[in-house]
């Protein structure tokens, strides 16, 4: 790191974390090159001064001695610290290698949760992806929100537009398989979850939680149902059949825009409230009062989240929520669900329709399994590396992600990554995917790098901006920004070669922006003179050029001085605590992208997957036995948060959460270990027992595992867990999003012999 901005003066720098979706504004304290304190910031009118303890290690994660400054190499079966000079031809040298001897689909690329979270993967992975040439691309999406994706863009058409629960106006929030109070919130951007629930009582709102375990945000609702792990969309399905049968659909302003009305209704006539109770654990009386209340809010939302997509139905489930806030006339509502406005966003107020959506436009090579989004399944990569013939993957690109404890099936995936030719890593710490790696490129710390939450701002509950530049300034000796990092990759992939500029790769995002905003007869620069845009970019760095095209050019900026008191970078800059424009607005039908211009509530791909759903309440799951379920931690992010002390200090997390009764029956106790079998795999984990959980449900959380040799953080590897993704099968999944199943899973709990 190069010297501080300010000698050893101290002083405060405002931003956002970068640790969580909540988008928390912080002030961080910093000495000289030393973060000292990391406080919440309460002039941030969109989380005033709320953080959590992960924000406040957020100067622990930037000195950790364990995190990589400079880049390694393997060499003689260890790595070995190189120039940055040494590492890029090493890239160039080894992909090529692998390239030129079996071809462009012999990669695959695969991205993480981080990188949403920094602004140069923002603007530089797509055309780093573009640049590789292959069509082997994953992401932590097929592990997690990808049913959300397919329902977006089938029935609205846009897979990006989540439907936002507006919880600050809401007067009713059904939520299933969701934690906020533990995730901080997910697929919506609301900093301060838990001061905001807070509000539902004076205001008079009600909070009903579904959940197979007694939350964190269950204890605070007004109501908490236990259901069985997986049944959530039998569940959801019976709430759509009641409002048919009580006659309480009522879509509103936007009636004349939906279609497919009549089909839902026929879809869900044999999901009788009556015939989904012992499926899902819910009995039928309060399955019709649920659906009641939710007819008759004045305005309520359905939230869904990893609970309930990340399951067998993923996306029947996600798709029936949707139902549900269409038919009761809560979608694009104020209180309802609605899309957000994002400030670096072009917002089209024309006539309703668009492209449309498509999956499925190239398949997997061993499982023939459809793209989605441009991706292959996350539980299909071991098969894409293990099964020879041509094709084969090969070589791994990796960008800020631990698939060996994060995708399906973890002890096989181990396996494939020890056999692949080759394998670069962007990744700050030598973890267990990455310790396979033959480079390492470590990225700059979130700290020496400009912040704009691009991603997760464009899911928030307001419309929110908030700029800040780097806490610390990067010498030269210090090595490449993020920016130039990923210029490098795309150079090198392209055949440019490890010694091309990267100014080249910036240079021409810029001018592409440029000359696709003047071309469009519609957009905000059409017709303006291109060098004149260029100069008004002057003096800012490559990401600040592209983020500032994009500010400006949104649906609030100045249109580089038409627009009189519009956002730009440089305003932004003037206001270190953020600027909040307000909540969200109704955006449909104009908003529709559709090919039909119309809200498609029974798109054919959905339809035909429906014929699973209905399989399954013919043959539902059998009633004995265990299932397991995922669970998140206030302190824990995934796995790469578990090197900071503070964050694991204090009793085990990492524990087999069994219900009493379940325990008792196996001879089992807290603190006892126990064996876990599944069909993929097997462990031991420490016995933690709780009322919390529902009868027949056990619950592991995942991104553990640290237990295994070559991994480089020590902090870690002196509280390993137990890795719970050993026990997830890669042969199933959602069909039709490709998301993995981590929740649901039937195990086997014995004490140890």
Same mark, same amino acid.
């Given at each position: 790191?190069?010297?501080?901005?300010?000698?050893?003066?101290?002083?405060?720098?405002?931003?956002?974390?970068?640790?969580?979706?909540?988008?928390?504004?912080?002030?961080?304290?910093?000495?000289?090159?030393?973060?000292?304190?990391?406080?919440?910031? %309460?002039? &941030?009118?969109?989380?005033?001064?709320?953080?959590?303890?992960?924000?406040?290690?957020?100067?622990?994660?930037?000195? &950790?001695?364990?995190?990589?400054?400079?880049?390694?190499?393997?060499?003689?079966?260890?790595?070995?610290?190189?120039?940055? +000079?040494?590492?890029?031809?090493?890239?160039?040298?080894?992909?090529?290698?692998?390239?030129?001897?079996?071809?462009?689909?012999?990669?695959?690329?695969?991205?993480?949760?981080?990188?949403?979270?920094?602004?140069?993967?923002?603007?530089?992975?797509?055309?780093?992806?573009?640049?590789?040439?292959?069509?082997?691309?994953? #992401?932590?999406?097929?592990?997690?929100?990808?049913?959300?994706?397919?329902?977006?863009?089938?029935?609205?058409?846009?897979?990006?537009?989540?439907?936002?629960?507006?919880?600050?106006?809401?007067?009713?929030?059904?939520?299933?398989?969701?934690?906020?109070?533990? $995730?901080?919130?997910?697929?919506?951007?609301?900093?301060?979850?838990?001061?905001?629930?807070?509000?539902?009582?004076?205001?008079?709102?009600?909070?009903?939680?579904?959940?197979?375990?007694?939350?964190?945000?269950? =204890?605070?609702?007004?109501?908490?149902?236990?259901?069985?792990?997986?049944?959530?969309?039998?569940?959801?399905?019976?709430?759509?059949?009641?409002?048919?049968?009580?006659?309480?659909? $009522?879509?509103?302003?936007?009636?004349?825009?939906?279609?497919?009305?009549?089909?839902?209704?026929?879809?869900?006539?044999?999901?009788?409230? =009556?015939?989904?109770?012992?499926?899902?654990?819910? &009995?039928?009386?309060?399955?019709?009062?649920?659906?009641?209340?939710?007819?008759?809010?004045?305005?309520?939302?359905?939230?869904?989240?990893? @609970?309930?997509?990340?399951?067998?139905?993923?996306?029947? #489930?996600?798709?029936?929520?949707?139902?549900?806030?269409?038919?009761?006339?809560?979608?694009?509502?104020? !209180?309802?669900?609605?899309?957000?406005?994002?400030?670096?966003?072009?917002?089209?107020?024309?006539?309703?329709?668009?492209?449309?959506?498509?999956?499925?436009?190239?398949?997997?090579?061993?499982?023939?399994?459809?793209?989605?989004?441009?991706?292959?399944?996350?539980?299909?990569?071991?098969? %894409?590396? %293990?099964?020879?013939?041509?094709?084969?993957?090969?070589?791994?690109?990796?960008?800020? *992600?631990?698939?060996?404890?994060?995708?399906?099936?973890?002890?096989?995936?181990?396996?494939?990554?020890?056999?692949?030719?080759?394998?670069?890593?962007?990744?700050?710490?030598?973890?267990?995917?990455?310790?396979?790696?033959?480079?390492?490129?470590?990225?700059?710390?979130?700290?020496?790098?400009?912040?704009? =939450?691009?991603?997760?701002? @464009?899911?928030?509950?307001?419309?929110?901006?908030?700029?800040?530049?780097?806490?610390?300034?990067?010498?030269?000796?210090?090595?490449? $920004?993020?920016?130039?990092?990923?210029?490098?990759?795309?150079?090198?992939?392209?055949?440019?070669?490890?010694?091309?500029?990267?100014?080249?790769?910036? &240079?021409?995002?810029?001018?592409?922006?440029?000359?696709?905003?003047?071309?469009?007869?519609?957009?905000?620069?059409?017709?303006?003179?291109?060098?004149?845009?260029?100069?008004?970019?002057?003096?800012?760095?490559?990401?600040?050029?592209?983020?500032?095209?994009?500010?400006?050019?949104?649906?609030?900026?100045?249109?580089?001085?038409?627009?009189?008191?519009?956002?730009?970078?440089?305003?932004?800059?003037?206001?270190?605590?953020?600027?909040?424009?307000?909540?969200?607005? %109704?955006?449909?039908?104009?908003?529709?992208? *559709?090919?039909?211009?119309?809200?498609?509530?029974?798109? !054919?791909?959905?339809?035909?997957?429906?014929?699973?759903?209905?399989?399954?309440?013919?043959?539902?799951?059998?009633?004995?036995?265990?299932?397991?379920?995922?669970?998140?931690?206030?302190? $824990?992010?995934?796995?790469?948060?578990?090197?900071?002390?503070?964050?694991?200090?204090?009793?085990?997390?990492?524990?087999?959460?069994?219900?009493?009764?379940?325990?008792?029956?196996?001879?089992?106790?807290?603190?006892?270990?126990?064996?876990?079998?599944?069909?993929?795999?097997?462990?031991?984990?420490?016995?933690?027992?709780?009322?919390?959980?529902?009868?027949?449900?056990?619950?592991?959380?995942?991104?553990?595992?640290?237990?295994?040799?070559?991994? +480089?953080?020590?902090?870690?590897?002196?509280?390993?867990?137990?890795?719970?993704?050993?026990?997830?099968?890669?042969?199933?999944?959602?069909?039709?999003?490709?998301?993995?199943?981590?929740?649901?899973?039937?195990?086997?709990?014995?004490?140890?012999?």
């Amino acid at each position: 790191m190069g010297a501080s901005t300010s000698g050893s003066a101290r002083r405060t720098a405002y931003r956002t974390c970068p640790l969580c979706e909540a988008t928390c504004g912080v002030a961080i304290e910093v000495e000289g090159d030393r973060v000292v304190r990391v406080r919440g910031d %309460e002039a &941030d009118p969109f989380s005033r001064g709320f953080v959590c303890p992960k924000g406040a290690a957020l100067g622990d994660v930037h000195h &950790d001695p364990d995190r990589l400054r400079q880049p390694v190499v393997r060499r003689g079966g260890r790595f070995v610290p190189v120039s940055w +000079e040494e590492a890029f031809v090493e890239v160039e040298r080894g992909l090529g290698a692998v390239l030129a001897a079996h071809g462009r689909q012999s990669l695959a690329v695969l991205l993480g949760n981080p990188v949403t979270h920094h602004l140069a993967p923002a603007f530089y992975l797509r055309p780093l992806v573009r640049a590789a040439g292959t069509r082997n691309l994953f #992401t932590a999406s097929t592990v997690d929100q990808m049913p959300q994706h397919v329902v977006s863009g089938l029935v609205w058409g846009d897979p990006n537009a989540f439907p936002l629960p507006d919880i600050d106006r809401t007067d009713y929030l059904l939520m299933l398989g969701a934690n906020p109070l533990a $995730s901080n919130g997910s697929l919506v951007t609301a900093p301060d979850f838990p001061g905001r629930l807070k509000q539902f009582k004076p205001r008079g709102a009600k909070l009903v939680v579904v959940d197979p375990r007694r939350t964190e945000t269950a =204890e605070r609702a007004d109501e908490h149902l236990f259901i069985r792990p997986g049944t959530d969309v039998f569940w959801l399905a019976a709430l759509v059949h009641t409002l048919f049968a009580e006659h309480l659909v $009522s879509i509103g302003r936007l009636e004349r825009w939906v279609v497919g009305v009549e089909e839902i209704r026929t879809l869900v006539t044999p999901f009788a409230p =009556e015939v989904v109770a012992p499926i899902c654990g819910i &009995d039928a009386a309060t399955t019709r009062r649920i659906a009641r209340s939710l007819a008759r809010a004045a305005a309520a939302a359905v939230y869904g989240r990893i @609970g309930n997509h990340a399951v067998e139905f993923g996306t029947a #489930t996600a798709w029936m929520a949707a139902v549900l806030n269409v038919l009761t006339g809560n979608f694009d509502r104020p !209180g309802g669900v609605m899309t957000s406005s994002p400030v670096a966003s072009r917002i089209d107020d024309g006539e309703p329709g668009g492209r449309g959506y498509r999956i499925g436009r190239w398949k997997s090579r061993v499982g023939g399994h459809p793209e989605v989004n441009g991706e292959f399944p996350a539980a299909a990569l071991a098969e %894409e590396i %293990e099964t020879p013939g041509e094709g084969r993957i090969r070589a791994l690109l990796s960008v800020a *992600t631990n698939p060996v404890r994060s995708y399906p099936n973890s002890d096989r995936l181990d396996r494939a990554f020890g056999a692949l030719d080759f394998y670069v890593a962007v990744d700050i710490y030598v973890n267990e995917s990455t310790r396979h790696a033959n480079v390492i490129l470590p990225p700059p710390s979130a700290l020496e790098e400009e912040n704009y =939450e691009l991603t997760f701002l @464009g899911n928030a509950v307001r419309s929110f901006a908030k700029y800040a530049p780097p806490v610390f300034e990067r010498g030269v000796e210090d090595g490449p $920004s993020e920016a130039d990092l990923f210029a490098k990759l795309v150079l090198i992939l392209r055949g440019d070669g490890a010694e091309s500029d990267p100014a080249r790769v910036h &240079d021409a995002l810029v001018d592409e922006f440029i000359e696709r905003e003047r071309s469009d007869p519609a957009g905000p620069l059409a017709g303006r003179d291109a060098d004149e845009i260029r100069r008004a970019l002057a003096g800012l760095s490559p990401v600040g050029k592209l983020l500032d095209l994009r500010l400006r050019t949104g649906w609030q900026g100045d249109l580089f001085g038409q627009r009189e008191g519009g956002i730009s970078l440089t305003k932004l800059a003037e206001h270190p605590h953020g600027v909040d424009l307000g909540p969200l607005v %109704e955006r449909f039908p104009a908003r529709l992208a *559709t090919e039909s211009g119309l809200l498609e509530l029974a798109p !054919g791909p959905l339809v035909a997957d429906w014929r699973r759903v209905r399989e399954r309440l013919e043959r539902p799951h059998p009633a004995e036995g265990l299932l397991l379920i995922g669970r998140r931690h206030l302190r $824990s992010n995934n796995s790469w948060m578990h090197n900071i002390p503070a964050l694991v200090s204090g009793r085990p997390r990492c524990t087999l959460l069994m219900h009493p009764a379940d325990a008792a029956a196996r001879g089992l106790g807290s603190g006892d270990r126990a064996r876990v079998r599944s069909k993929a795999g097997a462990l031991e984990a420490l016995v933690e027992t709780s009322d919390a959980l529902m009868p027949g449900v056990v619950s592991l959380p995942h991104g553990w595992g640290h237990d295994v040799a070559g991994i +480089e953080m020590r902090v870690a590897a002196a509280h390993p867990g137990v890795a719970s993704n050993v026990l997830t099968d890669d042969a199933i999944l959602d069909v039709a999003s490709g998301n993995a199943v981590l929740n649901g899973i039937p195990v086997e709990v014995g004490a140890l012999a």
